[in-house]
């Protein structure tokens, strides 16, 4: 089983900067895909990032050429770096681990609130 432990969440102004992470355990990390989901209140959970296993990326379109994911295999840990944050960007980021053993597992969440 694939457990993700979220962190960095927190409250910042807009322009500034937040580092998530994702740390996993119970699985062989490097064969795992991690993606990024959100959801803000009221609205429906978003796609953010996703990186391979490749160490391949992509992004939505809303936040390409601010956000950056990037994993350590040998931490286990996938981290979110979020520069130059919006006001939309608020929402609770969650972690999701496509495993080829274990399937599918989500993280907690971690609130991001960002405020004019």
């Known amino acids: 089983q694939v457990q993700l432990v979220e962190s960095g969440g927190g409250l910042v102004q807009a322009g500034g900067s937040l580092r998530l992470s994702c740390a996993a355990s119970g699985s062989i990390f490097s064969m795992n895909i991690i993606n990024w989901y959100r959801q803000a209140p009221g609205k429906q959970r978003e796609f953010v990032a996703t990186?391979?296993?490749?160490?391949?990326?992509h992004y939505a379109d809303s936040v390409k050429g601010r956000f950056t994911i990037s994993r350590d295999n040998a931490k286990n840990t996938v981290w979110l770096q979020m520069n130059s944050l919006k006001v939309e960007d608020t929402a609770v980021y969650s972690c999701?681990?496509?495993?080829?053993?274990?399937?599918?597992?989500w993280g907690q969440g971690t609130q991001v609130t960002v405020s004019s």
């Open positions: 990186i391979n296993t490749d160490g391949s990326t």
């Open positions: 999701y681990c496509q495993s080829p053993r274990y399937g599918i597992s």
